[in-house]
């Protein structure tokens, strides 16, 4: 894992129940009343904890939990490979590797996560719906890009049950990372420091 957009694009997650305005001509009545119900669901989320199964494009895994408080914050914890961690303070992404000793850090605005944490969830600005897939059993599924940056990559982000079930990162070259929710709850009152991670490789003293 890298640290780019496609790297934090996890690698997630309405303002008003009524469908918004949306600008892409292609979505039926249909079309624009899941997305409505997606973004309000996703709205609703301020908080939530969980856990995860990462499936990259090579095949490997990776196992953790996550927790999310928005707008702004949100840690994925690994198990395997144990000790890997992604968090948003509300300002930057920072991913410690204890295992390379390497620590880096993006502003989060620069990430895809910067619209799924934001205080007001959008998905009638600045994102492009390139499909929605409704299934029989309530079902359906969003294929969404920057619409600012489309060739950067897409996701697809599955919904079932009345929640979000997971999410699939198409990067710029095709490969397909695939994340799955194990679990998933609201979690009023996270200790403030699961969001905060000081980079660990700078030594005392140093500047």
Known sequence: MILSR????LSLVATAVAAPAFAQSNLSAEDRAVVAQAQGYLQAMT????GFVETG???QRREGRFYLQRPGKM????????????????????????RLNNFRQVPLGSTPLSTFLSRNVRLDQGVRIDRVTRMDSGAYALTVRDARRPNDGSVVLAF?????REWTITDPQGARTRTQLTTLSPAPGLDAGLFRLTDPTRRPGRN
Do not use: I
């Open 57 to 59: 494009a090579g095949g």
């Open 160 to 164: 079932a049950g009345g929640r979000l």
């Open 6 to 9: 496609r790297a934090f694009g």
């Open 75 to 98: 840690r994925f914890e690994y198990t395997t490979p144990a000790g890997l961690l992604v968090v948003s303070d509300g300002y930057n992404v920072k991913r410690y590797d204890p």
């Open 47 to 50: 908080t939530a904890q969980g």
